[in-house]
């Protein structure tokens, strides 16, 4: 049983360009949340995602970020015109969700760096 | 969501039991307990979880005090493997999102 997978897991991109993240669930896993972690800081929520729906996204930045899951293929993480500051690494995690009794499940991350 | 303090750092002889606290002390009643850990930078690996009872798996036990205000994850045996920084987190009751504090920084020591 795979877990989650996160690819890339390195990225690089020059200022102003745009990064596209992506996070394959488990199988079986309906429920997707994706995380920052800065240089040496800990790790922020960001956005919560059913499939076609997004329920939570009181951690994402106003401008420039965006999250989907569709109904089929990955849950896309997306960085408009990409800044110094957006260099992190990106988590997803996945859940059935099935309740609160239902750990997340998280993937080894997207190392972003703008340059 | 519950907010939770552990201790920022603690060291353990390789061996020996390293037992990690935890307060939660306006955890809700239906508020699980959940317990990560992150090695150098890789994903949060989940460890081990509870509402109420003491809990045990291959990793680890959990221990609840009966007023749920505080508990207590142990490394039966810790190796050098297990260092990593740990976090106790109280689950969102809405949408069960993790809210990730500082954790503690174990270092198991030869």
């Known amino acids: 049983n795979a877990g989650v997978m996160q690819n890339p897991r390195h990225l690089v991109r020059r200022r102003g360009q745009e990064a596209r993240l992506r996070c394959s669930p488990m199988?079986?896993?309906?429920?997707v949340y994706w995380y920052r972690q800065l240089p040496e800081e800990g790790l922020k929520f960001m956005v919560y995602?059913?499939?076609?729906?997004?329920?939570?996204e009181s951690g994402m930045p106003k401008e420039r970020f965006s999250a989907e899951f569709p109904k089929e293929g990955p849950s896309i993480l997306r960085i408009q015109q990409v800044v110094r500051g957006d260099s992190a690494a990106y988590f997803c995690?996945?859940?059935?969700?099935?309740?609160?009794?239902?750990?997340?499940?998280f993937g080894n991350g997207t190392r972003l760096t703008v340059t | 969501d519950a907010k939770t303090t552990q201790p920022p750092s603690m060291d353990c002889a390789e061996g020996r039991a390293a037992n990690l606290p935890c307060n939660h002390s306006?955890?809700?009643?239906?508020?699980?307990v959940y317990w990560y850990r992150q090695i150098h930078s890789q994903g949060p690996q989940y460890i081990i979880h509870?509402?109420?009872n003491n809990e045990t798996n291959e990793m680890a036990s959990l221990i609840i005090t009966e007023d749920r205000k505080s508990s207590t994850l142990i490394l039966p045996h810790a190796t050098l493997r297990d260092t990593a920084v740990y976090y106790c987190?109280?689950?969102?009751?809405?949408?069960?999102?993790?809210?990730f504090g500082q954790g503690t920084t174990l270092q198991v020591k030869p």
């Open positions: 995690a996945s859940s059935p969700r099935d309740s609160l009794n239902s750990p997340l499940h």
């Open positions: 199988k079986g896993h309906s429920h």
């Open positions: 995602l059913q499939k076609e729906n997004i329920i939570d």
């Open positions: 306006t955890i809700s009643g239906n508020e699980y």
């Open positions: 509870g509402l109420k």
């Open positions: 987190i109280g689950i969102s009751s809405n949408t069960g999102k993790l809210i």
